[in-house]
């Protein structure tokens, strides 16, 4: 079992940056596949990125190119770097682990979400 937190969110304006970060309590790499996932009022959940057989990651269409991934396996950590936000990215994202999937039904363990609002 493992337990998941995420932290870095906030209030930015359209354009700028955050970096989220997901602690793990036990190691994951090697061990769970690491994705990121939002949720806007109204909406589904909806996969972001993903990090998964320790170094390769995958991007949702709408954040590639402007979200990046990157982790420290000493401190059992993954970071997500959104840069050039915008208001559609408004949303509480998680972060999770389990098997390598898109898909937020595939994945067991989630953190408690961290609120993202981009303002125009």
């Known amino acids: 079992q493992v337990q998941l937190v995420e932290s870095g969110g906030g209030l930015v304006q359209a354009g700028g940056s955050l970096r989220l970060s997901c602690a793990a309590s036990a190691r994951i790499s090697g061990a769970y596949s690491i994705g990121w996932f939002r949720q806007a009022p109204g909406n589904e959940r909806e996969f972001v990125a993903l990090?998964?057989?320790?170094?390769?990651?995958s991007y949702a269409d709408s954040v590639r190119g402007r979200f990046t991934l990157s982790r420290d396996n000493a401190k059992n950590t993954v970071y997500l770097q959104m840069n050039r936000l915008k208001p559609e990215d408004t949303a509480v994202y998680y972060c999770a682990a389990g098997p390598r999937s898109t898909s937020p039904l595939a994945y067991e363990y989630w953190g408690q979400g961290t609120q993202v609002t981009v303002s125009s």
């Open positions: 990090f998964w057989s320790s170094s390769i990651t």
